[in-house]
């Protein structure tokens, strides 16, 4: 699966993308505007051609981590003209997603792309497999489609945490975030990977637990998208927001408890080079 990432080529449609333009692309059958063309216009005509070739090559390689999402027939259309002569953007309202639930849906797919790239680029090609059947079947236990994104997460974590050795594990989340965008690192890293999980919608709120948040011991979480499966709690996203911003050893979530207003995870130091990176913490209680 190696190539150009989800992330590389949402980067080149924000090249093609201007806040003023007169140009949008939708879906010519369903009025839908999905990502990565939600929400942005384009300068000209030729402009949104371009992104309309970059849209399908986004959704092309989506559907490579994930074969359950949709196909668009995509064109371009300019916003019409009101009797005072300004522009009036006609976005079907039924179709239109917040801009939080854009930024969840993105982030789980640059998530999901990342490690599948790093699985293929460590020849395990196994568990890409065997994540792919589990998630096709949990899918077909998911009938709300806003939470696909969220159950290929959760089924990747398991995946993970099952088939993989805690070396190979470790090295697999580390390769990931090579595929994902440069952030710096940070001196409170566990607070820094909470901070950007609020930002995009997977979590509403966390605070310290225990500890401080340059060694914290325990944090809790609130509104957490992910759900337990099989007694053990995705922390897939914690666990790779965390390494991004680590120059060390990063801490692992190692048990998860369900409190009045979310989840209660406990957080030690990884061992040493190829020490376990958890996907999923055993839920207590």
Known sequence: MIGRTLTDIRAELEELAEDS???????????ERPVPVDGRRFPDRETAVQAVRVAHAYRATLRRYDPRAPWYDFVVCEADADPAGDRAWSFPPAAAESPSQRALVA???????????????SDHGGVERAVMDEY????????DRDRL????LATMAAELDSRLPDPA????????TAHLPAVEGSARPVR????????????????????????PRAVTVRGYELRPRDG?????????ETVRRTAGRPRVA???TPVDDGWRIALSPAGGAAASLDTAAPVDG
């Open 21 to 31: 333009g007169e140009y949008y692309v939708q879906c010519g059958r369903t009025g």
């Open 107 to 121: 982030y789980c797919h640059d998530l999901a792309g990342a490690v599948f790239e790093a699985l293929s680029a």
């Open 136 to 143: 096709l079947a949990a899918a077909e236990r998911t009938p």
């Open 149 to 152: 994104c969220l159950q290929l």
């Open 169 to 176: 594990r470790a090295e697999a989340l580390q390769r990931a």
């Open 192 to 215: 820094a990977a909470l901070t950007h999980l609020r930002s995009v919608g997977l979590v509403d709120g966390f605070a310290l637990a225990d500890g401080h948040w340059d060694r």
């Open 232 to 240: 053990r709690l995705p922390t897939l996203p914690l666990s790779v």
């Open 254 to 256: 190692t048990s998860a």
